[in-house]
């Protein structure tokens, strides 16, 4: 078969969760004689008019397209990130040239559902994974500018006072709407700027991209989850339930995860690792606070029977990141350790007792998790988003309430005062879903639906969306 895949970046350059899933993916199905072309975005400018330009890379066999992309300013803009006319041109000659047997597109941030439509044209079969929020919210996270979480795009005019709240001068309205007691200042600073014209301009264009982006997604032949929670979110918004197919996230082949067996100078000492984004949302704030409770309750020994080590990128978020310093105020137990290489993985792990992913958002799988639970850690978790699915509460881990420090500490003073516990609970870990496993997947799926035309409702569909 030829497969397409498109992604938002793709490594060196770029990396994170979708990117290691597509070139995983596209190795898995170079190595088993499948033809294998990636698309992805490489760099975004901003312009007069919109434009995309293409570079091609051959790595590892297969060809690598790296599209600069242009967009425009103001609500025209916006438009351009969710459905860019001059990325629908580049796919449609690229289609024409290329004629795969099956697209599969991983979200549709910085791709757009330009690519969608252009397949549709093509009669390609389409597969488009949700790796994120991406058609229903423009930030692609659900997460609020201030850290706060989003239930959903209910009202056009939230979503843009939210898009616009990303610079400071709009963000004093919410805040002085919060100092008076008003309930859910986000939509009702939204409600009070509604009539001003410029405004409504914004609004419309967020109805607008709610439609564009959810009538795109409903196009295609398959659409993808990596967990039932995602799907349920979709759902809510108005995605068909009977295009759905849910494959589990995996861990790539090539990642080195052994399996912890380090000796301590302390029998007794618990070690909790925590590797991510360094962000509000992730609840790191929650977990020091779990840990700074444990340690007090343990005593004169909490200073060696728990340790804290955070990995992640500090600059992303300095004000979150200096708050974090703060809290740790001197505590040696307590490490903010900077970025973790990639190929430290395993090594950070092994040296781990207690992966934990404290996350007050809701997560769509936690691939950090996946990969603690391969490498045989336990991990203590949120019971948020699609976590439950993969660590299961006092098998492979345990489950806390998010935003919830004293759920924490008494987890962790369990697992210094019983360590046959922590013990037990490693006994259950390994891989939750196999890379062989998905690879099997994704190839019967691609084989279900490559040669099938797309319908003639779905060509309608697009036609329509692009008369409108």
């Known amino acids: 078969m030829f497969i397409v895949l498109a992604a938002p970046h793709y490594p060196p350059r770029n990396i994170g969760g979708v990117e290691f899933f597509v070139q995983a993916l596209a190795r898995g199905l170079h190595r088993q004689g499948h033809r294998v072309e990636v698309v992805s975005v490489e760099r975004i400018e901003h312009g007069p008019f919109p434009r995309v330009t293409a570079q091609v890379d051959r790595e590892e ?10 967009w425009r300013k103001g609500p025209a803009g916006l438009r351009d990130r969710y459905d860019n006319p001059a990325m629908e041109l580049w796919f449609r000659a690229y289609f024409h040239s290329r004629s795969p047997d099956v697209f599969h597109l991983n979200s549709g941030y910085l791709l757009t559902v330009a690519p969608l439509r252009a397949a549709a044209r093509a009669g390609i079969p389409t597969v488009v994974s949700l790796h994120d929020f991406w058609f229903l919210c423009a930030h692609h996270t659900l997460l609020r500018p201030s850290g706060q979480v989003c239930p959903g795009p209910e009202d056009p005019a939230g979503c ?13 309205m919410e805040k002085a709407l919060a100092a008076l007691g008003v309930e859910r200042p986000h939509r009702k600073a939204g409600c009070l700027l509604r009539p001003w014209p410029f405004f409504r301009s914004w609004a419309q264009e967020m109805a607008a991209r709610l439609r564009a982006t959810m009538s795109a997604l409903n196009q295609a032949t398959v659409i993808h989850s990596p967990s039932r929670f995602l799907v349920q979110t979709y759902r809510t918004f108005g995605m068909r339930a009977e295009r759905v197919s849910v494959i589990l996230n995996f861990v790539p082949p090539d990642l080195s995860l052994g399996v912890p067996c380090r000796e301590r100078e302390d029998a007794h000492e618990v070690h909790v690792v925590y590797i991510g984004q360094i962000a ?8 020091i606070e779990g840990v700074r409770r444990a340690k007090a309750r343990l005593g004169v020994a909490g200073d060696r029977a728990l340790r804290l080590t955070i990995y992640g990128n500090p600059h992303a978020f300095p004000a979150y990141s200096r708050l974090l310093e703060q809290r740790i105020a001197g505590d040696p137990a307590i490490r903010l350790a900077g970025v973790l290489p990639r190929e430290r993985l395993g090594e950070a792990l092994a040296e781990a007792d207690w992966l934990a992913l404290p996350s007050i958002w809701p997560e769509i799988t936690g691939i950090v998790a996946l990969e603690a639970l391969a490498a045989g850690v336990p991990v203590l978790a949120s019971a948020v988003g699609g976590i439950p699915e993969v660590v299961h509460h006092g098998v492979n881990g345990w489950l806390i309430p998010p935003g919830d420090p004293e759920a924490i500490a008494q987890a962790l003073i369990r697992s210094v005062r019983e360590p046959e516990w922590l013990e037990q609970l490693r006994a259950h870990t390994g891989p939750v879903f196999s890379f062989e496993q998905a690879m099997s997947a994704w190839i019967s799926l ?4 490559a040669g099938r035309a797309q319908t003639p409702e779905v060509l309608q569909e697009a036609a329509l969306h692009e008369s409108t």
Do not use: D, M, N
């Open 160 to 172: 843009a006072y939210c898009w616009l709240s990303q610079g400071r001068r709009y963000r004093w």
């Open 280 to 287: 509000p949302h992730k609840g790191i704030h929650v977990l």
């Open 61 to 70: 066999g297969f060809p690598v397209y790296r599209l600069t992309v242009r």
């Open 446 to 449: 691609y084989a279900e639906i």
